[in-house]
């Protein structure tokens, strides 16, 4: 028995030799009858992962600690008692499985967890693969990307372009009114100014998504700014009559991208006129650093807003039946979070929305 004891305690210290010189971390464990305890840390352990042998003493305490969601950390038990399942019918001699650990310092790695019981003594190496997995799903989000973009212009821009050219081909070739003329002209600018948001949503989306937006700053005019992006859109809310009150107030400046400014704020007034019904009112005020651009339209609901800050939401007609992409207040919230600008929704159905961006002003 006391060569048996000698040989375990030996085995032990070279373990732990060995587990100090390698570039992983790992855990050193022992069975004691039912309690399965950690007797080891390797200094790799303790300095990647963070935790010391008094917080997680027991297996238990450290999947409590790396595991801190409770339904992740059942997932993640239920998967290595199926793995030793595997690894016990294929005859192996190890375990294996990949997971998301969270550190000590609350930061979260991925992980390929191998574990070989010595005897009585468990070793588990933690192999650090949080770079692949990381790489893996940008790859998967630009695989989305792409994926949402061609059917963003297969299906969205095909309509306005389809009808650009059926009103225009009507009005090349059929003897029509003075007046019917003029309004298919008014017709084919609603339409033109929808493509071209169509295509300037799609192309700073796409930009955002692949990471090649680049800011270049400089100071705000903001009146100039909304007198541009109204005349833009003149046609489309003279045609439903909207009242728009501008409201700017000046003497504070802001320094940030002016493009990217403009195609929030474009996004944002554009949004308005869509979702407010004939003879409604928008009010756009600047003050104390904050644009606020309210309407009297139609609103959205709580689970809208949600879905809206989540990236989740759809795409929906506007009172006039205008066309959309559901991606205009996504863009607007991408965006501003590049810019370091709040960016708030309020809205109640039927009641309208106010969006209010708050802007950093320098002296």
């Not at 650990?101 to 588990?124: D, P």
């Not at 045609?239 to 493009?259: F, L, N, R, W, Y």
């Amino acid at each position: 028995m006391m060569e048996d004891a000698n040989d375990v305690k030996i085995s032990r210290i070279g373990l732990q030799k060995v587990a100090d010189f390698l570039p992983y971390p790992f855990i050193i464990a022992e069975d004691f009858g039912d309690t399965h305890l950690n007797t080891y840390l390797n200094e790799k352990f303790l300095e990647e992962i963070g935790y010391s042998l008094d917080e997680i003493p027991t297996i238990d305490a450290w999947y409590e600690k790396g595991y801190p969601d409770e339904t992740y950390r059942n997932q993640v038990i239920s998967n290595w008692n199926q793995a030793e399942i595997d690894a016990q019918q294929q005859e192996k001699v190890f375990v294996k499985m990949k997971s998301q650990v969270t550190c000590k310092a609350g930061n979260k790695r991925w992980y390929e967890i191998k574990a070989s019981v010595i005897s009585k003594i468990h070793v588990v190496a933690f192999v650090d693969i949080d770079k692949e997995v990381t790489l893996q799903e940008e790859l998967r989000n630009i695989n989305r990307n792409n994926d949402r973009m061609l059917s963003i212009l297969g299906h969205d821009l095909r309509s306005p372009v389809a009808n650009l050219m059926g009103i225009s081909s009507l009005a090349a070739n059929t003897e029509i009114s003075n007046d019917d003329f003029i309004a298919m002209m008014h017709q084919i600018n609603n339409q033109s100014i929808q493509v071209l948001e169509l295509l300037d949503r799609t192309l700073s989306w796409a930009k955002l998504n692949f990471n090649s937006l680049q800011q270049n700053n400089s100071e705000i005019d903001f009146a100039a700014i909304v007198a541009k992006i109204l005349e833009i859109h003149r046609a489309s809310h003279e045609a439903k009559k909207i009242d728009i009150q501008v409201q700017i107030e000046a003497g504070q400046v802001v320094v940030s991208d002016p493009e990217l400014v403009t195609i929030v704020i474009r996004n944002v007034i554009s949004n308005a006129i869509k979702f407010t019904s004939n003879g409604g009112t928008i009010k756009i005020r600047y003050h104390d650093n904050q644009l606020e651009i309210a309407d009297s339209g139609i609103g959205m609901t709580p689970k809208m807003i949600a879905e809206i800050l989540n990236n989740t939401n759809i795409s929906r007609r506007g009172t006039n039946n205008e066309i959309g992409i559901g991606m205009g207040l996504q863009l607007v919230k991408s965006l501003t979070e590049k810019m370091n600008c709040q960016f708030v929704i309020e809205s109640q159905p039927n009641n309208g929305t106010t969006i209010r961006l708050f802007f950093n002003t320098i002296s």
